[in-house]
């Protein structure tokens, strides 16, 4: 029978035979839903595009991003040798897009590791355990959410000092009480369910009843939260590294570049404008992906 | 010694004002290897008994005991291993994102069985799933065989006391009438105890020894199958409830 079965049938079967090839399968049948949806893989394009550049900026980069050339400044797009022009000390800006893809990568990165994570964890819990720790954790996720964003986080730069680990952080610090809120709502709904009882007439106790039966369940709206918010990570990152309080010069992170080139946006546009459309994509793909794996992943919708 | 002892159990949910008594001093008896039924309409605390007997239903009052052993309010991990439930409605008692395998492979674990493999095996036989069933998804099965894992799963750590909380009722006919068989087999085989909950007294008529009758949380008649079938009721809720079920 293995002679004439394609891998096609051998991932689409409706009686797998192990373990393994259950989950291969099911994760197949996931891949087929996103593939069908033309603006989330145009999102994953772009993403795996700048996955690639970031990986290869050396081989890629024209220019050293960090070598300045004073009598070649503020050059125009399209100038031999700076397909985007030069900044205000001459430095290639093609270079230093394509370097600061790897900072931009690092900062969405760290964020995604710690911030949805923190939340699942404060979320599950205080919707399982529910009564006083529901009501202390949640007040805590509440002042958290009751300051504007940026402004925590600058205040965070300010006392931990400036730098994009600090920002990360200050990042993070703001960004996981959405997650908590949500883990929390989708908890309170899955604990009163019959599989939860089921599982609990086992004996089993809350720890695994909340990692192993919740955050399953969790998981998947928190990943297509997480790339919806990405977004804003990345604004966020920028807007303190516009303000001065992220990445530090000369290193080229979009927001700090995009802070350089504002003296002279009327006159040299183009040296504001370009990272600014760097951020835009890399956003707008995110947001792309999101949605198409909002469809993927939502179990309501899978039902 | 009888298998279950319910002896003047009082259920209730929410606190003071608020406080809604779902079961008012219900006192039966079920003897090993019988089966017996609790029929009532809709909220007449039928299903509260389950719940109340395996700790779900965390607010009673009055006297549990399994074999003579009153029930602590914290069950122990060997009461669970003694008495199993199956839930009503098949597509929400399986976990969505747990396969077959885990399912069954989870609860065996939990319960200290070693072979877990082999057993899982069995468990799928027994209750008439083959092997083609054992990775599959709870969304890749048809309500049906959901309800066979449940009763697999419930089986799993080798309970004496079944609890059965309207297993049939989210079936559709057909499926109805091969699920009930399975449960007789099933208790015949292994000398099961059943404790059933049912709207529907033809299933009851099929499935039971004796049934208890309630309404409004009471208790109003206990009275032996035979009886059902002769349509013989003292009570007048019982008879109004016959008339109705003709």
Redesign the interface.
Same mark, same amino acid.
């Given at each position: 029978m293995s002679d004439t079965q394609t891998l096609r049938e051998w991932l689409l079967t +409706?009686?797998?035979?192990?373990?393994r090839?259950?989950k291969i399968s099911?994760f197949y049948q996931g891949w087929l839903t996103l593939r069908s949806n033309t603006m989330a893989m145009i999102g994953l394009g772009i993403l795996v595009l700048m996955l690639f550049v970031a990986a290869a900026a050396p081989l890629l980069a024209p220019h050293d991003p960090f070598v300045q050339d004073l009598g070649n400044r503020l050059a125009p797009l399209g100038t031999e040798g700076h397909v985007f022009g030069t900044d205000s000390l001459g430095r290639d800006i093609l270079s230093r897009l394509i370097y600061g893809s790897r900072i931009t990568l690092y900062i969405v990165a760290l964020v995604a590791l710690i911030a949805p994570i923190a939340g699942l964890l404060v979320g599950t819990v205080s919707g399982y355990v529910g009564g006083w720790t529901d009501a202390v954790l949640m007040r805590i996720t509440d002042i958290f959410l009751a300051f504007p964003r940026l402004i925590l986080a600058l205040a965070f730069v300010a006392a931990l000092g400036a730098g994009i680990e600090n920002a990360v952080l200050a990042i993070s610090l703001t960004a996981w009480p959405p997650y908590a809120r949500i883990s929390r709502a989708e908890t309170l709904t899955i604990r009163s369910?019959?599989?939860i009882?089921?599982?609990?007439?086992?004996?089993?106790g809350a720890f695994?009843i909340i990692t192993?039966?919740i955050w399953?369940?969790c998981i998947s709206s928190l990943i297509v939260r997480v790339t919806l918010d990405m977004a804003g990570i990345i604004l966020a990152a920028a807007g303190l590294g516009f303000l001065g309080l992220g990445a530090q010069p000369p290193s080229p992170e979009w927001g700090a570049m995009i802070s350089e080139g504002r003296r002279f946006i009327l006159d040299y546009w183009w040296v504001a404008t370009v990272p600014g459309l760097a951020i835009f994509t890399v956003s707008l793909a995110f947001n792309l992906l999101g949605d198409g794996l909002r469809d993927v992943l939502d179990?309501k919708a899978? +039902? | 010694m009888s298998m279950l002892d319910v002896d003047g159990l009082n259920v209730w949910f929410g606190k003071h004002l608020e406080r809604v008594d779902a079961v008012k001093g219900a006192t039966f008896q079920v003897a090993r290897g019988e089966s017996f039924g609790l029929v009532g309409e809709s909220g007449s605390g039928k299903s509260t008994i389950l719940r109340a007997i395996?700790g779900?239903a965390p607010d009673w009052s009055g006297t549990l005991s399994i074999e003579g052993q009153p029930i602590a309010k914290k069950?122990p991990?060997t009461f @669970?291993k003694q008495v /199993?439930?199956v !839930? /009503?409605?098949p597509y $929400? #008692?399986? =976990?969505?994102?747990? #396969?077959v395998?885990q399912v069954l492979g989870?609860?065996l674990h939990? =319960?200290g069985f070693q072979d877990i493999d082999t057993r899982v095996v069995k468990l799928l036989d027994d209750v008439g799933l083959g092997q083609? !069933?054992r @990775?599959?998804?709870p969304?890749?099965l048809s309500g049906g065989q959901r309800q066979r894992v $449940?009763i697999a799963?419930a089986l799993a750590?080798e309970p004496e006391l079944l609890l059965l909380d309207e297993p049939t009722s989210a079936l559709d006919v057909s499926v109805q009438a091969e699920i009930l068989n399975l449960l007789t087999d099933l208790r015949a085989d292994r000398g099961l105890t059943y404790l059933m909950v049912s709207h529907d007294l033809s299933v009851v008529a099929h499935m039971c020894d004796r049934l208890a009758v309630m309404k409004s949380g009471d208790i109003v008649e206990i009275m032996s199958v035979d009886a059902l079938r002769a349509m013989n009721a003292t009570h007048p809720y019982t008879q109004q409830l016959f008339k109705a079920s003709l």
């Open positions: +409706e009686t797998p035979t192990s373990r090839h259950a099911a369910s019959d599989y009882s089921a599982i609990q007439l086992q004996g089993a695994r192993k039966h399953p369940l179990p899978g +039902e | 395996t779900l069950r991990k @669970f /199993q439930m !839930f /009503q409605d $929400a #008692s399986l =976990h969505p994102r747990h #396969s395998d989870e609860t939990l =319960h083609k !069933f @990775f599959r998804y969304h890749q $449940a799963r750590p």
